[in-house]
């Protein structure tokens, strides 16, 4: 096979999965996508034919596609395809093998169909997240303007009625107001405009556990991280604010929950949707803890201003958390079931960044 390293580095670049045989059916070479989904060479070049990766029902397929496409010197494509691994797991997938006869060796793609359902999900996510947003600043606004007369109403109120009784409860008001004047600021003042410059996302990661920890000792912290993942373009500063408003709401949410415990993890993915396009690379920063979970009726308005299932919650730390993280191209998902809750901040690795970080 006389394939430019060039062009190899290419196929590095795609979210589908390419594996290369020569003509006796042994893996030659993987790109990126290939090896982060289990895919392997195996030192002893005997082991490395491909039906060695397969159960014996899926190779037998597999082998009757790449027999017809070797014969017909031609393009073969199988929908849907449960492929079965010799270890036993199990993926749906579209699989074409192409014979090329300029480079002789047989070129396999493999695209996940659960891919298409995880786009359709990450776009409607970030539609939805979107239309929120706009319609609680929208909200916001009109709100401003009559909190304003309001508090004008009672200041006015306050000096002209000196007794007790009507002091007391027009500084209610006064109060009151000034509090969901807060909120209200809050919600139309858009975040900061980001400093961008590299940096280290384990650095801000740091930083986070720091003020995580001083703020409660009594619930477990746990640090799991990928040393790999290169540096990131970015904002630190609004990134410790982000991952520190959902480790918060976290330590909140576990008060009571006995061996109390989150972890902060960080990971590199391949091949995942972010707001509805598959980038080739992510930064995953997960924040799971053990409490009693988000209540199903809510699900659908997490991120929502002004949504939250604590007593005294403005419901603004998300919020504020998804704009930051958007502004960086990324998003937010999260899963949370009684006894598991993961928030998932994804962030796009561009090349440049990636090669900066090894240069």
Known sequence: MNIESSELNFLNQLTTEIIILDKDYKIIWL???ALNKGWYINSKIEDNHISKQLSEETASSVMNL?????EKRSSQTKRDFPLITSKNQKREIDFTVRCSDSYECIIIEISCVDNLNKIIDSTKTFSTQKIAANLARTLAHEVKNPLSGIKGSAQILNKKFKDEHSSKFLNIIIDETNRLNSIVTKILT?????????????????QVYALAEADNK???LIRDYDPSIPEINGDEDLFVQAILNIVKNAQQAIEKTEDASITIKSRIQYGRPVNGTVYPTVCSIEIQDNGP???????DQVFFPMVSIKENGSGLGLTIAQDIVRIHGGGIVFSSNPGKTVFSIQIPIKVGEKESKIA
Not at 66 to 70: A, D, E, G, I, P
Not at 190 to 206: G, Q, V
Not at 293 to 299: D, S, V
């Open 31 to 33: 790109n990126d996508s």
């Open 66 to 70: 790449l027999n017809k496409s070797t």
């Open 190 to 206: 858009p975040p900061s405009k980001p400093n961008l410059s590299l940096f280290n996302i384990h650095s801000a990661l740091e």
């Open 218 to 220: 009594e619930i477990k």
């Open 293 to 299: 979970g988000i209540p199903n009726e809510i699900h």
